[in-house]
């Protein structure tokens, strides 16, 4: 069945430093979305791309997926402590039926 | 307010004595699902429903049962719980797998 992986598993960032997080699929996927889940809640939608190539960006988020459509990025400039939480990606299966989640990227700040 | 309400959000209880975790979400969605998270393992779908009286597997059913009834409501059902599934358990609803999902508070469950 399809796989969604993400590296790196943990992420240490110094306040004020720049982090990527991957993230691959096992398969082609319409459209890939990516949630962040704070320190004891529930996963909030970030954003969805869906098309091949597409750049978007929300103040220091950049997502990117890529060209093949089989993996994506999270890029955070400048890490704030706001920022610590655990990132997934996610995206539906061959059959649209089923929406995959990769294995998440908790970061921790350190001040 | 557009939400996704699971109960209760702990529960203790031991193996064997059946239990069941409500989920009710208010946006008339469709696709709803339920999802597992262990550390380490990410979310993992245990089922899922994209629509009334439809309900399929995910990548984790054994040990579950699901109901669609209704739209608003997607129970999760533990029949024989056992400590292998001591979790934090996830609702979710959405218009499909190509629309943003909305989570419900999580369910903490402890099987001894």
């Known amino acids: 069945g399809q796989q969604v992986m993400q590296i790196p598993q943990y992420q240490h960032v110094q306040e004020g430093e720049d982090f990527t997080t991957y993230c691959n699929s096992s398969t082609t996927l319409s459209n890939i979305q990516w949630y962040k889940q704070r320190p004891g809640g529930h996963p909030v939608f970030l954003i969805q791309?869906?098309?091949?190539?597409e750049v978007k960006k929300q103040k220091r988020l950049t997502f990117q997926f890529g060209e093949a459509k089989k993996n994506s990025s999270l890029h955070i400039t400048a890490t704030q402590t706001t920022d610590v939480g655990t990132y997934f990606c996610?995206?539906?299966?061959?059959?649209?039926?089923?929406?995959?989640f990769g294995g998440g990227t908790r970061v921790l700040v350190k001040p | 307010e557009a939400q996704v309400t699971q109960n209760p959000r702990y529960l203790i209880t031991v193996t064997g004595k059946k239990l069941t975790v409500t989920c009710s979400q208010n946006m008339n969605h469709e696709y709803m699902s339920w999802y597992r998270q262990d550390p380490g393992l990410g979310l993992r779908q245990i089922y899922y429903s994209m629509n009334v009286e439809v309900t399929d597997k995910g990548d984790v059913p054994e040990g579950y049962k699901v109901s669609r009834k209704e739209k608003r409501n997607f129970p999760l059902i533990l029949e024989s719980p056992s400590p292998n599934q001591t979790s934090l358990y996830f609702c979710?609803?959405?218009?499909?797998?190509?629309?943003?999902?909305?989570f419900g508070q999580g369910t903490r469950l402890t099987v001894v």
């Open positions: 996610a995206g539906p299966g061959a059959a649209g039926n089923k929406l995959t």
């Open positions: 979710a609803s959405s218009w499909g797998t190509t629309s943003p999902a909305f």
């Open positions: 791309l869906v098309k091949s190539g």
